[in-house]
Every structure is written in structure tokens, then in C-alpha cells.
């Protein structure tokens, strides 16, 4: 329609575009998102007054306590007694070698270490995606690197031997779960290749064995390991007590590591499991080309909780007597020179941070690796 | 046989495959295999047992349950004296265990779902604060956090002369280093009419919401169920309670000398182990709440907006009814996981199932294989049984497709 722009017969339309006006103040900036995400509706204001009450009783005093209120350096209980003290960090200080190693001999630690630079020289290339050679690089970590551990901890055959007794804390915690972590994977992806298999009696067993292990305590397991297991072995034969609560460890996870896997291989699609035997595959070169990669890759955030959660059980084995991390620290709270009333509370509060690294740490790895494979299996 | 090798080789060209790679016969020989192998670790695990338990003098058999226990137990639900047989003492143990994890599961639910719903609040401080608590306890090792409640927290409180109660003067409630004192309902005659009431409350509330909703199916009235059960469940005990005249003493703690005397005391093994495994399940239950609610599609919620549903009857009948289905089977395997955990109990000195019989009365009677092989049938038991009934409910609630 031309010329309606030349005979505007609406004089109060407007003929050139109004410019954008910005948006209302309380809408955008520090107002805005104080609006949207405090004091939104009524009921949210009165919430949000509510905790930032509750937060300011709680934060101040936890902030004194672990910092301001705290005894950094000491040498015994006289230096955490008194009225307003906080956190006992001298005990941690005065203890810290023992929380890492137990009672290895000092001399000695440093094959300890030389372990752990060994471990995380293997496990950071491993980790980062972009890090070529991980054929090898996983050649070393899983046949290599125990070998090498092995005989760098225990000092067989050429080194000063150190019974498994004298091993403790962050070391005794990291071996069993590390052990628990290697053995317990490949036992999982057979039990779950079990279960799912058309022989009856291999079914059957994986059923019976799965459900066994998850039906009961680990505590329970571990008490059997350490009670029952020499029962029921030749009179002559002596098992490391260490070792005894490793196999209660791994066999009890390698069950719940079979239920996350088994998830994985029911969610590949039929068509998948047909094409590798159309493509004349055997049954394992099927699974491990074709299967196997795809269904451990749906599962990772499965199986890295069940890691996390044979982490964090690995502190069970205080009770049958082995001094883990938890253990040790537990048992310096009756050592006379550091009684005091914060002695529990910061040895508890040192173990409970370490714990959390290494949780939050690989929930975090997890979350990123999940999403780096997420190559589109999601319905 | 759709896995296992097939007849693929080219060089097998005519007539019957060898019998090494026929699928069959392959698994029935590895079959076979695995039977003798289980077989034997079974039978030779067994005969060293015996010969094991012969040389150390161990007795076997079940007798030793209706000998004299001998030993004192902290927290009994039943009648238990030194006197009382091993069977009585198992009983305790087992009784203790069931308790805990009964309340754990219903505070661990509450504070679950709460906090599970926190975390997708529109509030920023209340969005955060949940996630702080929910990665928090997550990561660090209930058995820690039992401990820390126990020896951190509750063997720190004064103990009863220090908390500056006055001698011989009753209060409420008092918190300090030997339990939680509350005061303690003594049942008098009559007493059993409030059960009864109370029973008959709750029959009336189910009868009720029955006669309810089958009113709404046919005429499309709404009935207030919830408030008029409500009602009925606290106006029928409490009428009762004053018709028979106040049949129950009560009777308060008071400082007595170096102790507190009267009331009831609730120990702080119960209270430690009762919050570590409340809060620390609760952590993994509001993460199962938060996924299944943010399963639930947004065009439900759209859907039932625009039917002209009201945000509470949105959530009501449209969102929980479906993020039900996603949260219940998880759910489950807390509640199982939970009650496993109560076990932990023996690192603080509560007196459960495995720490009275799978440590004192296995200590005591030395019968290792016995005694362990009771504990984990029970728990294997306590296990089938949760997952028989949530299996059930789980099938309840499914969704009923065409």
C-alpha cells in the first residue's frame, strides 16, 4: 500500500520506532537478583530473614572455632586447655606423620612416598583426556605400578620388610581402597556379564553371590573375614589380617559394582548385542568392542559413586583393628598428652576434610567426565 | 545361547560343527566346571572348619542359645537380666536394631524430602544452604560422623552436677553428658482404653478416606479427609484420656547427688547413632527427591496451570504423584542401606544386633561361624523383606500404561 506513509490519516500513530527503554531498576543488577532470588513473595522474605538469622548464630561461632579460637602450635594438652579455645590444630601438627603413615618406621617413609609420587604420576596423565599414550599409560598403572607398590610398601625381596601391622592412616585407607577400586571392576563386569547369561547355573550363582553381598553389612563382612575366614582355611595356613579384610572389602563391592554395570548392559539396545554377532564376533571380542564400551560409559556416574562409597567404607576397618586414617586419629584421642576437650572434635574435623577431597574430588571428576562422553545415548 | 560363539568359522564348511565350538556343549562344560570348582571350595572350606574347630575344643551347634547369657546389656526394650538366655540377648540386640532403623527411617525421610525440596527453592540461601549440607555429609564417612557425634559433641556436654540444675528439683527435660532426660509416662488402670482409641481413630480415618474417595469417583464432591482424620486421630485419644480420668502419671527428672533420678533417659549411643544415620541419609535421599521431582516434565506442570489447577493442587496431584514413581525404587535401597548401616552402631557401644551377638556373645562363646552366620541371615532377611514390600508398593504406584 503505497503512499500511506506520505497521507498518515492517524495522526496519533507514531511514525518512527520508540528506542528501547531499560528495563525497570528493580529488575536488573544487584536490586534484581537480591528481588528475584531473596525477596521475591512475602513468604520468601520472611525465609530468607529466617536463615540469614539462623546463619549468622551458627557461622561466627564455627569460624572462631576452627580459626580464630584455635591453638596452632603446642606441644601437649596444657596448650588446648582453658575456657574459650577453640580447635586443637597442635594435636593434628604433633600427629601428622602418624595420620599418614601409622606407625611405619620413619626412616622408612620414604618408600611410602615414593609410592604416592609413583600413583600420581600414573594417575594424572590418565586423568586428563588430552594426555596421548593411554594404552600404556594404563599398562603401568594396572600391571606395573601394583608390582612396584607392593614391593616398595611390604620392602620384599630387597628391601627391609614392614609388616602390614605397622602400616596405618592415610596409607592403610588408600591401599584398601585403591585394592577394593582394581579388583572389584573386573569382578563386577564378569558378575554382571553373569547374571545377564543364558547358562542357568552361572546365573543362578552370580544371583545367589550378588545378592548375598548386598543383602548384608560390610561390618558383618568384615567381621567374617577376620573371624571366620582362618576357620575355614588349612590349619597351617596364616592369612596377613590386612589381606583378610582387602578380599571381605572387594568381594562385598565387587557386588554392588555388578548391580551399577548390569544397569549399563540393559540399557544397550538388543540390536546391538545382534550386530555383533552378525558381524561373526565372539562372545568377548562382542563385549569388549562393541558392548562393554558403551554401557561402561552410560554407567560412570554409577560406578564412580559406588568408588566413593568404598571409599568412605574403608574406614570400617577400624573395627575389626586396623588402623585406617579414622582408626589412627580415634586412637590418639587416648593418648594422655593430648586429652583435652577439643582433642575429638579437631582430629575428627582434620579426618572428616580429608575424606572430602578425595569424595568431592572425584564426584567432581565424575561430573566432568560425564559430561565430556556424553555422545548422545540419552532418551 | 545368543551371546556365546557362534558356528561362524568358514573352514567348518559341511556337515555338524566340531563340538568345541558348539555353543551348547561349550556351556554346559563350563557349567560343569564351575560347579566343581564351587563345589569343592565348599566342601574343603567345610572340612577344615571341622577340623579347625575339633583342635581348638569350639563347640557347634545351636545349644548355646538357652544357656545363661551372664553379661549386662545398656538399652533393653524387653525384659533382660544377666540371668537371661543367649536367645533373650539376641532378641535385645535384634529389637534395638529394628527400633533405630525404624526412627532413622522416618526422620531420615522427613529431613530428606525437606531438604531434597530446599534445593530446588526458588531462595537463593535456602538453595545453597541445602546444597552445602547435601555435599557435605555425603562425603565424609558415616562411621566418622558417628564418632563425632559421640565423642565430639555428646561426651563433651557438663555432666548433670555441672549443667547448674538445683539438687532434688524436677524439670522437663535436661540435656547432658550421661543422656536426654525426659519425663516418663507411668500407665495406670485404664490406660489401655487410649490404645484402643487410638486404634480405632486411625480404623476410622482409613474407613473414611475410603467412603471419601469413592464419593469423589461418583458425584466428583471433594471431601477434607486429611483434616477431618486429623481431627478425629488427636480429638478421640485425648477424650478418652480425660473420660477415664487421667489414667497416666508422669513422673520428671530431677538431680539427685551425683546423677539425675526419675524420668526417662535416652542414651547418648542412641542419640549419636540415631542422628549421624539420620542426617547422613537424609543427605542421599533429598538428592533421590530432587531428581525425581525435576523429572517430571514441565509441561505437566504447564498442563495442569492451564486445566486451572491451583499451584498446591498442581503439585498435589499432578507432580508427586509421578515424581513418586521415580523416587521409590532409590528410595528403597536408602531405607535397605540404612538399616545396614545401623550395624555401625558397635564402633559407639549401642547395643544392636551385631554389637551384643556378633561381638559379645561371640566372644563369650567363641562360636564364630554360628554366630556370624545368624547375623547376616538376619540382615539378608531384614533386607528381602523391605525390598518384598517396597517392590509392592513400588507396583502400587507404577505407572498403569495401555
Redesign the interface.
Known sequence: MPGIENANPFAYVSTETIPQSPPPTAEKGVAGWLK???F?TPR?TV??II??LI?LWLVPPMLNWLFFDAVWTGDGREACLGEHVGACWAFVEAKFGQFMYGRYPVELRWRVDLTGILLIAGLVPIAIPSVPYKRENALYLLVIFPVVAFMLLTGWPFLEPVETTRWGGLLVTLVVAIVGIVVSFPLGILLALGRR??????KT?SIIFIE?W???????VL??SS??L??????DVSFDKLLRALIGVALFSSAYMAEVIRGGLQAIPKGQ??AA?AM?L??WQ??RLIILPQALKLVIPGIVNTF?GLF??T??V??IGIFDL?GIV?QN?TDTNWIS?AT??TG??F??FV??IF??GM?RYSAFMEQRLDTGHKR | MAHTDGVADGTEDSGRASLLYDPKARGLFFQAVLIIVVAYLVYSGISNAAGNLARAGIASGFGFFEERAGFEIGQTLIHYTNDSTYFRAFLVGLLNTLMVSALGILFATIIGFVVGLARLSRNYLIRKLATVYVETLRNIPLLLQLLFWYKAVLAVLPNPRETGLEQGTTVLWTLNNRGLYIPRLIPEAGASAILIAVVIAIALWVVIGMWASKRQMKTGQQFPTFLTGLGIFIVLPVLTFFLTGMPFDVEFSALQGFNMSGGTVIRPEFIALLLGLSLYTASFIAEIVRAGILAVAKGQTEAAYALGLSPNHTSRLVIIPQAMRVIIPPLTSQYLNLTKNSSLAVAIGYPDLVAVFGGTVLNQTGQAVEVITITMLVYLTISLLTSAFMNWFNARVALVER
Open positions: 528475584k532470588n531473596l521475591a520468601d525465609l530468607t536463615v540469614a546463619l547369561s543364558n547358562l542357568p547355573i552361572v550363582m548375598f548386598r543383602g548384608v553389612p560390610l561390618i558383618t567381621f567374617m573371624v571366620m582362618p576357620l575355614f582355611l588349612p590349619a548385542y545382534e554377532n561373526a565372539t562372545f562382542g563385549m566413593i568412605k567404607d574406614s570400617l577400624l573395627i579414622l580415634q584421642f576437650p575429638p572434635a575428627l574435623v579426618a572428616a575424606y572430602f569424595c568431592f564426584s
